[in-house]
């Protein structure tokens, strides 16, 4: 079992950055895939950006692409996700995940983080 720590989230206005960073414990030498999620008001959660066990391959949802970077350090057992020109639309908890492979679902991942709160004024 990997546990997983959400951190980086907060306020910030409409155009502005986070960083947000996964942090692993647990089961880490296993080779998982790691993906972010995200829940605004509604019961579902979005995909929003997925990365590979190597960093080679990443996937995104379209709405986030150019805006979004996804990216990890092995060493560390960690997960960033960069989010540049923030809006609006973006306000949500954002959760990180373990997968096997690069997915869009959230029943293809196993481990959760309890999440981290983004809030983008306008």
């Known amino acids: 079992q990997v546990q997983l720590v959400e951190s980086g989230g907060g306020l910030v206005q409409a155009g502005g950055s986070l960083r947000l960073s996964c942090a692993a414990s647990?089961?880490?030498?296993?080779?998982?895939?790691m993906g972010w999620f995200r829940q605004a008001s509604g019961p579902e959660r979005e995909f929003v950006a997925a990365?590979?066990?190597?960093?080679?391959?990443?996937r995104y949802v379209d709405s986030v692409k150019g805006r979004f970077t996804i990216s990890r350090d092995n060493a560390k057992n960690t997960v960033y996700l960069q989010m540049n020109s923030l809006k609006p639309e973006d306000t949500a908890v954002y959760y990180c995940?373990?997968?096997?492979?690069?997915?869009?679902?959230?029943?293809?991942?196993?481990?959760w983080g309890q999440g981290t709160q983004v809030t983008v004024s306008s």
């Open positions: 995940a373990t997968s096997n492979f690069i997915a869009a679902k959230t029943h293809q991942y196993e481990s």
């Open positions: 647990g089961r880490t030498s296993s080779r998982y895939a």
């Open positions: 990365i590979s066990w190597s960093g080679g391959s990443t």
